[in-house]
């Protein structure tokens, strides 16, 4: 918890309440159901709620935006984000439903009243979004092509609608290989912690921006 403090001291009682709650509902179910890694469970705070709120340092969601984090796992990014934006809307999918279980058991714990969560295949999905999130899901390129119908374009925010992609290493042959436009965000120039040095952010506009 000292993390997110420390980088979000601007937080009301509410949201800190929430965050705090977070530990203690992740390992109530990770007990139960093997979400996170049991060596990682213990860097829950750093390696996943901060990791997650990054993107918030490269967009601040505007009321009535539409998210869906998809393959949500355990609810990361989301889940850390709808905190932070109660007035954007949030959608969890997965195909595994005893994760979708726990991710809608957070929720209703946590009394979140802007996320939603289902089991469904991303492909099966029919809605329109303004951002899709994602973690380590598949490559970028076959993200992409499951995605791109589901992006509304109409724009409202101070992005571009399109994908937040929270990766790993060297990915410049996966960027390259895509038709839009994408800019790289280093969430090492955001957080100091030696663990997000190697971490990114990739932002891929889906809206009139091919190359």
């Known amino acids: 918890m000292y993390h997110i403090i420390k980088y979000f001291p601007e937080l009301t009682s509410a949201q800190k309440s929430r965050f705090e709650n977070l530990g203690e509902l992740y390992n109530y ?6 979400l996170i890694s049991r060596k990682d469970i213990k860097s829950l705070y750093l390696h996943h709620i901060l990791h997650s709120l990054s ?4 967009i601040q969601f505007r009321p009535r935006t539409k998210i869906i984090d998809i393959g949500t796992g355990g609810g990361f990014p989301g889940i850390p984000l709808s905190i932070l934006f109660p007035e954007a809307q949030f959608y969890f999918i997965d195909s595994i439903g005893k994760k979708i279980k726990v991710v809608d058991a957070i929720i209703t714990a946590l009394g979140l009243q802007n996320c939603h969560a289902k089991k469904i295949r991303a ?43 929270l990766k790993g290493g060297n990915i410049t042959e996966e960027i390259e290989s895509l038709p839009y436009k994408t800019e790289i965000f280093n969430i ?10 190697t971490k990114i952010i990739v932002y891929i506009n889906l809206i009139n921006n091919l190359k």
């Open 29 to 34: 179910w990770n007990q139960r159901i093997n």
């Open 55 to 58: 993107i918030a340092r490269v």
């Open 123 to 165: 492909e099966d999905i029919n809605d329109q979004y303004d951002f899709v999130l994602g973690r380590a899901v598949t490559s970028l390129s076959q993200f992409v092509k499951i995605i791109s119908d589901k992006v509304s374009n109409k724009c409202f925010n101070s992005l571009n609608n399109g994908v937040l992609y």
């Open 188 to 197: 090492s120039d955001f957080f100091k912690e030696p663990f997000f040095e």
